[in-house]
């Protein structure tokens, strides 16, 4: 069973040879994708990297559970709040 796709053309723009490129950029694009999921590429991860990152985070989360601590914290402020709404 043959798909048949139907273009709407606007005949003063149509150019023969800019709808071949158009095509062409297409096919090396599929090409591409198929290439990617076909073949595996090796990915490197660099260690220090890695850790560097993870370090960061953790000086942040020490950071900001060290500031909700403060008393005249906006976390604070909020579980008082809370504490008030859910007194009977």
């Not at 290439?35 to 090796?42: C, D, E, I, K």
């Not at 953790?58 to 008393?71: V, Y």
């Amino acid at each position: 069973m043959q798909r048949l796709r139907f273009i709407a053309v606007d005949q003063k723009n149509f150019s023969p040879a800019s709808d071949v490129g158009r095509k062409s950029i297409h096919e090396k694009l599929d090409h591409y994708v198929v290439a990617l999921r076909t073949n595996g590429f090796p990915g490197e991860v660099y260690e220090d990297m890695l850790i560097r990152l993870a370090q960061q985070e953790a000086d942040m989360l020490k950071m900001l559970a060290a500031q909700s601590q403060d008393p005249a914290s906006l976390t604070q402020q909020r579980i008082k709040e809370l504490q008030k709404l859910l007194k009977p």
